[in-house]
């Protein structure tokens, strides 16, 4: 079992930058792979990074290329979400999830793949 706590949304300009965080409970950190996910005002969830257990494999959704960074400590079963030059279009409530997702690109993009949810934390960019 895996428990999962985001922090560090709030209310940014555009151009703005926030940094997320998703502490996790457990011993097993390392052998998940975790994802960031976010979800707008009537949309459907979308994948926005992820990150393999290791921190050897990284992807990012199309839509925040070049402005998101996701990384991820171990040892303090911690991943993090660096969102820079951000845009209206980034609010959203932003969640992290944990699962084994790497076997392929349309496995971890896929939020049904994955074990183990936060509960979100909002990010809201005004113009």
């Known amino acids: 079992q895996v428990q999962l706590v985001e922090s560090g949304g709030g209310l940014v300009q555009t151009g703005g930058s926030l940094r997320l965080s998703c502490a996790a409970s457990?011993?097993?950190?390392?052998?998940?792979?975790m994802g960031w996910f976010r979800q707008a005002p009537g949309k459907e969830r979308e994948f926005v990074a992820v990150v393999s257990g290791s921190g050897g494999r990284i992807d990012y959704a199309d839509s925040v290329k070049g402005r998101f960074t996701i990384s991820r400590d171990n040892a303090k079963n911690t991943v993090y979400l660096q969102m820079n030059n951000l845009k209206p279009e980034d609010t959203a409530v932003y969640s992290c999830?944990?699962?084994?997702?790497?076997?392929?690109?349309?496995?971890?993009?896929?939020?049904?793949?994955?074990?183990?949810w936060g509960q979100g934390t909002q990010v809201t960019v005004s113009s």
């Open positions: 999830a944990a699962g084994s997702v790497m076997g392929s690109s349309y496995y971890y993009t896929q939020r049904t793949q994955y074990s183990y």
């Open positions: 457990g011993r097993t950190f390392s052998s998940y792979d």
